[in-house]
């Protein structure tokens, strides 16, 4: 049990910073920004973080490609 650590803050508030510093980003630099933070966060924690992120009003995510999406925060 050494290795693991909790969190000092949720992956959503990292989302936030992250939106706040670099504005719109791609999911993918989005996940490879959070990696930085959260070693073993999967695709699927990103996924579901954004999509409770987005149904609360705090960010939007819109499709560019296929397989890409953008992530904006939402002013207020």
Known sequence: MAGNTWKVQPVYVTVI??????GSISDTELFDALRAFYKEIGLDDLEKTLMQMEVTGLISVSSLTKDRRLVQLIKK
Do not use: G, N, S, V
Not at 17 to 22: H, V
């Open 17 to 22: 910073e992250i939106l706040r510093e670099k």
